[in-house]
Every structure is written in C-alpha cells, then in structure tokens.
C-alpha cells in the first residue's frame, strides 16, 4: 500500500520559512517523480515544484522561484520544500504527490498517489 505523508507545515509569520517533507513508502520511490501541489481555499490545486527521480531535473511554479527549493533524499525514500521567504499568498495546504512516468509534469492529473495535505498558514 503507498503511502505518501507530509509533515513540516505550520504557522509563520510572512518573510519566514518552513521546511516541508514528505516520506514515501509502498512504491519504488527511485523510480517515481515526485511533486509538491497546494490548494488555497475556494481555490483550485495548483502545481509547486517538481523532481525528477535522479533529480536532475527540477520545475517550479513562477510565483515560486528563486524561494522555494524541492530536493530528495532516495536513501530516505524523502522529497522536501524548503520554502523560504514567504508571502501571505503561500497559505496553502500543501500536498506531495507522486508519478511513475518518469516525466516531469506539472498537471496533477498525471500523479498517481498523493498524500494527505499538510497546512501552511502565513500571518502578516
């Protein structure tokens, strides 16, 4: 059974950081792209970042770059977001998710298993 849990989210208050990560069992995690979506409230899921199984290949969202980090630990079956300065517009619950495709995607349809959510709250 795959299971997928994040862990790390939070309450900070804008210009801080929080460090979110997601630890992967069930599935031959290096084999698998694995991502990070958000979904704000009354709002859509929206795709984060991205990285491929090697990680040799990244993708972000443009509201994201230069201020979010995705990286992964395949020894620890682990995929991080370091997110660093951020804005009242991060608010968000944050979900990993993962691919078999070997493809970096950026539509969540395409993301086989997905965790359940971990709540980033940014205060002014």
């Known amino acids: 059974q795959v299971q997928l849990v994040e862990s790390g989210g939070g309450l900070v208050q804008a210009g801080g950081s929080l460090r979110l990560s997601c630890a992967a069992s069930?599935?031959?995690?290096?084999?698998?792209?694995m991502a990070w979506f958000r979904q704000a409230p009354g709002k859509e899921r929206e795709f984060v970042a991205a990285?491929?199984?090697?990680?040799?290949?990244?993708a972000y969202t443009d509201s994201v770059k230069g201020r979010f980090t995705i990286s992964r630990d395949n020894a620890k079956n682990t995929v991080y977001l370091q997110m660093n300065s951020l804005k009242l517009g991060d608010t968000a619950v944050y979900y990993c998710a993962a691919d078999y495709s070997g493809l970096v995607f950026r539509s969540a349809e395409n993301y086989d298993y997905w965790g359940q959510g971990t709540q980033v709250t940014i205060s002014s």
């Open positions: 990285i491929s199984a090697s990680s040799i290949t990244t």
């Open positions: 069930g599935l031959m995690f290096t084999k698998h792209v």
